[in-house]
Nanobody
Framework: QVQLVESGGGLVQAGGSLRLSCAASGRTFSNYVMDWFRQAPGNEREFVAAISRSGTSTYYADSVKGRFTISRDNAKNTVYLQMNSLKPTDTAVYYC???????????????????WGQGTQVTVSS
């Protein structure tokens, strides 16, 4: 069993930065690819970023590439999402997810996610 708790969301002006954290309980954190997804009101959930089990490989949605950075600290059971140059279109609830899939360099549907966090709201004002 893994429990995921996100933090770090908030209100920021366009062009600003936020750093999201996702703390995991349990001793199996390093067994999972970790993903960030987001969902805006009226929209479907969309993939944002992923990081491999060791943290050596990352993968991003085109919409955030070059602006967002995913990282993880397996000793602290935590995954991070550094978000820079934020845009109003980045406004959404952001979720971290523990994913059992093997390949990092694919856009996950969420079907292989075993655990989801409760989400943290990110609002970017123009």
């Amino acid at each position: 069993q893994v429990q995921l708790v996100e933090s770090g969301g908030g209100l920021v002006q366009a062009g600003g930065s936020l750093r999201l954290s996702c703390a995991a309980s349990g001793r199996t954190f390093s067994n999972y690819v970790m993903d960030w997804f987001r969902q805006a009101p009226g929209n479907e959930r969309e993939f944002v970023a992923a990081i491999s089990r060791s943290g050596t490989s990352t993968y991003y949605a085109d919409s955030v590439k070059g602006r967002f950075t995913i990282s993880r600290d397996n000793a602290k059971n935590t995954v991070y999402l550094q978000m820079n140059s934020l845009k109003p279109t980045d406004t959404a609830v952001y979720y971290c997810a523990a994913d059992r899939r093997i390949a990092v360099f694919t856009v996950p549907s969420g079907a292989s996610v075993d655990y989801w966090g409760q989400g943290t709201q990110v609002t970017v004002s123009s």
